[in-house]
């Protein structure tokens, strides 16, 4: 049987940063066929180049037979790619049939709007997907499930040959998940071939037949999903395996030492949840101690830093600085009581871009550098001078805007404006994440550095070497909940893949959303 | 072409324009260079650049204030019914000085409750200011039962026609707030984290600023620029007319942030810089009509400007 698409060697670069080199995804006709990889394994781009949202640099795409020269998404959709995006595309005040038709209703001497076919013809595709609803209604007034189902009808009724769904289940219950897999049962039989792209592996045993990986934008492997466990998926995924993690450390920290553990307690999370994405989280990082928070995304790891960090409400538990009581109630209060949060999200929740260098680093200081609201300006040009030294911070001079400086040199810039306010406890979610690995180690240098002042730091990090090797402990997440606690020395990426995917199956534990789409705020 | 003078426009195209507008009226306009010409214009454009000013640190949040001309009617309209009042005419010194202070409280009250709404409800600017826009002149007029109130009283008139070294007084008064939100602006954490919170929210939040206070601040402070500007239309006039009073001068206050550079998605308080804008605005009118150009014209060239200093913001960006 030929493959309806095949992408070979394909190769893109973002002004000068690869995003792909040499990947490549084959998938057959009437096929569920996963996608899976870690944030920036190059996924989406893979997705975008075959939808034409960008072009490729290099490699070839063969779609049904023929050389593709798709190069918009519209005509992806033409040539019967249809994309079912994780925000859904569709216009909610309108009615389903409206949504169902758009573009292609059905006319009356040619300019009018025939309804009647119209709400015919969407109650007939959605009845093929077991869906009876009031096509009339407002697209809006139904639930999220719905809507995808509905997007997935309107993609179907286009002839798509090929659907893709990018975390479809991401908000989805667990009912609502199983309607969309009798749908997507239903694409198979029709010999409608379906990418699935998803970060809960347990579903994809569940309706796929094979897996394609990605990692650092090369395909890794691809497999039929049947014999295939999810410690090989995960291993393959971060690229690893039980024999090479056992070698020496990659990182700067050398290993956590778990001496420090016996350290006088700095914070003390108790029983904490702040919605189904986090719930009975407890943690207790002490003096000089690094706790790694471990854990796939959506695992809850972001949302435990928001909650100690005063960002998100508390809705059950409590939080203890120093064994007292406090409410975290803003961001300023915690920055009060010796917190800073360097977030994962640099462009979004760190930088100021327009502002300078020094403006950006001394943003969390301000109240300090302040008399009677007044800013003390010798002082903060000297921190800042001090800070630029001291993390070899590039830049031209302290004046020069944040967003003309490196990715790795805007988040040294962030580190330094929580160092700056010499904190007691420091949460550092993805520190390293999208920094070349010359700033990378000069980052985790600076934190052994820190560290060894006696600064409590909660390490977040996707990259497992990271907190392998720098966190004294790791408190493993899924779901939204503490499935596992380990403590160097002795802990191994193998031992932290183990208790990833060794998870009691919970499929309902409430409501799975990756994390960082979409903030709780 | 060359690249000298691109760069150059962009960064300084409102002097250039200026520095045009000076040029052509020097030689086409009869009469422009006198002290006239120089008063009445000083005496027309500080209305604007005072609520300018306020409405450039709104903007710089990422804000946008629609009531500052209802404020204007609002503060107008209580300032001589305070002043003729029994109390008023009893102890002028007294009235005189409620006059003016009670009615710029009335204004802060007003910013406080725009911030209240953005700030603390979050609702976008632009509506939560409507509220304002549309009833606070309706108060205005209910207040002084829709008449034009005249008057005659030197001391509260002083506010629009007296004179310091010859120039008139509201022209130092707009001179010394500009300078005065010039130093918070960049000497001060409020300033600062105006800027923070136009350029990145989030990150401002997050940081630890005081987000939810400065913005209230913000809109209060331009509701009690608002509110001056409205005492000095009333004084240069010695009558107030709540429904002309400050009428479309939230778009002449946006148009003259914009001109001095202001970037309406937030980040950038050019407080001179919505000096030199109302300053353009005001010279392109007065221009256009000392040579007999309809008024109607006036507006469309105004219409002309703003677009070109929007243009000229793209540019930037780019």
């Known amino acids: 049987m030929t493959d309806l698409l095949k992408m070979t060697a394909i190769d893109k670069a973002f002004a000068g940063v690869s995003a792909l080199s040499g990947a490549s995804l084959d998938i057959a006709p009437g096929e569920v066929h996963a996608l899976i990889g870690q944030n920036g394994a190059g996924k989406s781009t893979l997705i975008k180049i075959l939808t034409g949202v960008y072009r490729c640099d290099g490699g070839t795409i063969l779609f049904d037979g023929h050389e593709s020269a798709i190069a918009t998404p519209r005509e992806a959709q033409a040539a019967g790619i249809a994309t079912i995006y994780q925000e859904l595309t569709l216009v909610p005040l309108r009615s389903v049939t409206e949504n169902v038709t758009m573009g292609y209703e059905p006319k009356r001497l040619g300019v009018l709007i025939d309804w009647k076919r119209a709400h015919r013809r969407t109650r007939e595709i959605l009845a093929r997907f077991g869906i009876d609803i009031d096509v009339r209604a407002p697209l809006g007034s139904y639930s999220t499930a719905i809507q995808q189902l509905v997007a997935i009808a309107r993609a179907v009724s286009l002839d798509a040959k090929l659907v893709i769904m990018d975390e479809p289940t991401s908000s989805l219950d667990a009912s609502e998940v199983a309607v969309l897999f009798g749908v997507v049962r239903g694409l198979r039989e029709a010999g409608v071939s379906v990418l699935y792209v998803s970060h809960f592996l347990d579903e994809l045993f569940e309706i796929c037949d094979r897996v394609t990986t990605m990692r650092d934008g090369r395909t890794v492997d691809c497999r039929a999903i049947a014999g295939t466990t999810k410690l090989d998926l995960i291993a393959g995924m971060l690229g690893r395996d039980a024999g090479e993690i056992e070698e020496e450390g990659r990182t700067e920290f050398g290993g956590g030492t778990g001496a420090a553990a016996t350290g006088e307690p700095l914070l003390t999370a108790r029983g904490v949840s702040t919605g189904p994405r986090l719930i009975d989280f407890d943690m207790t990082l002490h003096r000089g101690e690094i706790v790694g928070l471990g854990g796939l995304l959506g695992a809850g790891r972001t949302e435990a830093a928001r909650a100690i960090f005063g960002v998100d409400r508390l809705t059950a538990g409590r939080i203890e600085m120093k064994g007292q009581g406090v409410a975290m109630d803003t961001p300023a209060t915690a920055i009060r009581a010796g917190l800073g949060y360097l977030t994962e999200d640099r462009k979004a929740e760190g930088i100021v871009p327009d502002m300078s260098v020094r403006e950006n680093l001394t943003l969390a200081l301000l109240p300090r550098l302040t008399k009677r609201g007044r800013i003390d300006r010798a002082r903060e040009r000297a921190l800042v001078e001090k800070y630029i030294d001291a993390l070899g911070i590039k830049t031209a001079d302290m004046e020069q805007p944040i967003r003309e400086l490196s990715g790795g040199n805007q988040q040294k810039v962030l580190l330094a404006r929580w160092l700056a306010i010499e904190p007691d406890i420091l949460i550092l979610d993805e520190p390293t994440r999208g920094v070349d690995v010359g700033a990378k180690r000069e980052i985790q240098t600076i934190i052994r550095d820190c560290v060894a002042k006696g600064v409590g730091v909660v390490l977040i990090s996707s990259e497992f070497e990271e907190i392998v090797e720098g966190a004294d402990r790791i408190v493993v997440l899924n779901e939204g909940r503490i499935v596992a606690e380990l403590t160097n020395p002795g802990i191994t990426e193998t031992a932290l893949v183990r208790a990833l995917a060794h998870i009691p199956e919970s499929k309902t534990s409430g409501t799975r959303t990756p994390e960082g789409t979409g903030a709780a705020a | ?318």
């Not at chain 2, 960064?11 to 422009?32: E, K, Q, R, S, Y």
């Not at chain 2, 300033?191 to 209230?216: C, D, F, Q, W």
């Not at chain 2, 050019?270 to 109302?278: E, H």
């Open chain 2, 1 to 318: 072409m060359s690249a000298g003078w691109k760069p150059f426009l962009r960064d300084h195209g409102g002097l250039v324009a200026l520095a045009v507008l000076l040029v052509f009226n020097i030689l086409v306009t009869p009469n422009f260079l006198q002290m006239q010409t120089l008063f009445v214009n000083i005496s027309q454009v500080a209305t604007i650049a005072i609520v300018a000013i306020g409405m450039t640190l709104v903007i710089a949040t990422g804000g946008i204030d629609l009531s500052v001309g209802a404020i204007m009617a609002l503060a107008g309209a209580l300032a001589p019914l305070i002043f003729l009042s029994d109390f008023g005419v009893a102890y002028p010194m007294l009235g005189v000085a409620a006059a003016i202070t009670l009615p710029l409280l009335a204004a802060l009250a007003c910013g406080l409750f725009n911030g209240l709404l953005v700030a603390g409800l979050k609702v976008q600017p632009i509506i939560a200011t409507l509220i304002l826009f549309i009833s606070g002149r309706g108060i205005a007029q209910v207040l002084t039962n829709g008449n034009l109130q005249t008057f005659s009283n030197p001391s509260f008139s002083y506010l629009g026609t007296g004179r310091i070294l010859g120039l008139p007084f509201q022209g130092w008064l707009a001179l010394a707030i500009a300078c005065i939100l010039w130093w918070v602006m960049t000497r001060t954490t409020f300033g600062r984290t105006v800027l923070a919170i136009g350029g990145n929210e989030r990150a401002a939040e997050l940081s630890g600023g005081p987000v939810v206070r400065v913005k209230i601040g913000v809109y209060m402070i331009c509701g009690l620029l608002a509110g001056m500007a409205g005492l000095i239309v009333v004084a240069i006039n010695s009558a107030s007319d709540a429904a002309r009073n400050g009428s479309l001068m939230e778009l002449d206050a946006i148009a003259a942030a914009v001109v001095g550079g202001a970037l309406l998605q937030g980040g950038r308080a050019p407080v001179f810089g919505a000096i030199l804008g109302a300053v353009i605005i005001q010279l392109v009118k007065y221009t256009l009509l000392a040579n007999g150009v309809a008024d109607e014209v006036a507006l469309i060239a105004k219409a002309v400007i703003i677009l070109a200093a929007v243009y000229v913001q793209q540019a930037r960006r780019e």
